[in-house]
């Protein structure tokens, strides 16, 4: 079993930035792709950016440039930098881990709140 959780969320003026961390436990979380998604009030939620284990990245169009999502393997973490914040960056950010064997897991999620 992978658990998740998910830090660093608040309240950020637009322009601004704030680093977002996911912190996995259980071993296969080592070798598991990870993801940021979000969802706004009203809206479906979004995949952000993703992770191999490899290293490889892919971020949404709307935030890419904006944000970078790094893994810090030994500690099972992953972070997501998110500069020049804009309003609609506001919602709930949750990460995610997969394995097509093992499976997803979801944190619970963490607020992101950007004011004009």
């Known amino acids: 079993q992978v658990h998740l959780v998910e830090s660093g969320g608040g309240l950020v003026q637009a322009g ?3 680093r977002l ?3 996995a436990s259980g071993s296969s979380a080592s070798i598991m792709s990870r993801a940021w998604y979000r969802q706004a009030p009203g ?3 979004e995949l952000v950016a993703t992770i191999t284990s490899g290293g ?3 971020y949404a169009d709307s935030v890419k440039g ?3 999502i790094s893994r810090d393997s030994p500690k099972n973490t992953v972070y997501l930098q998110m500069n020049s914040l804009k309003p609609e960056d506001t919602a ?3 990460c995610n881990a997969r394995d097509p064997y093992i499976g997803a897991y ?3 999620g963490t607020q992101v709140t950007v004011s004009s």
């Open 92 to 94: 709930l950010y949750y």
């Open 43 to 45: 809206k479906q939620r």
């Open 16 to 18: 601004g930035s704030l």
């Open 66 to 68: 904006r944000f970078s």
């Open 106 to 108: 979801w944190g619970q």
């Open 21 to 23: 961390s996911c912190a």
């Open 56 to 58: 490889s990245t892919n």
